[in-house]
């Protein structure tokens, strides 16, 4: 199913929606900035980036979905997930060439390096 399709089933009624205050916000996972958008729908797109909490210990993980079609089919194993540990400029470097270096959704890096900096203040305190 094409990603526009999906967005057009899934924008207005989901579970992951949330509204308050009369703006819709998402809670699904990979959408980075928890807007309720088709550019940072973690559900809709193809290629998707989010960056979570490391529960194991410091750092984060990096979550991407891989790109071939058999792997969307599994929704249990479509997601690559690399785990970030070392200090903060090597994990933003990490992050930055992993979205914009290679070419998987660039438009995506300042959010992803903005959640990276909420994590990093969070974990720190």
């Not at 399709?5 to 929606?17: D, P, R, V």
């Not at 079609?69 to 690559?80: D, K, L, T, V, Y």
């Not at 979205?99 to 660039?106: H, I, P």
Request: net charge positive; proline share 2%; charged share 25%.
């Amino acid at each position: 199913m094409s990603q526009e399709l999906t967005w057009q089933l899934i924008k207005k009624h989901n579970s992951f929606l949330i509204r308050r205050d009369g703006v819709l916000f998402s809670t699904e996972p990979n959408n980075l900035t928890n807007k309720n958008s088709f550019k940072y729908s973690g559900l809709a797109n193809n290629s998707t980036v989010g960056v979570e909490i490391n529960t194991e210990g410091k750092g984060c993980v990096l979550v991407t979905k891989k790109k071939s079609s058999a792997a969307r089919r599994r929704p249990a194993s479509a997601h690559n997930r690399t785990v970030l540990r070392k200090d903060f400029r090597r994990v933003a470097r990490t992050i930055k060439a992993e979205t914009q270096g290679k070419n998987y959704r660039g438009d995506l890096t300042s959010a992803a390096l903005a959640r990276w900096s909420k994590i990093s203040q969070i974990k720190s305190a």
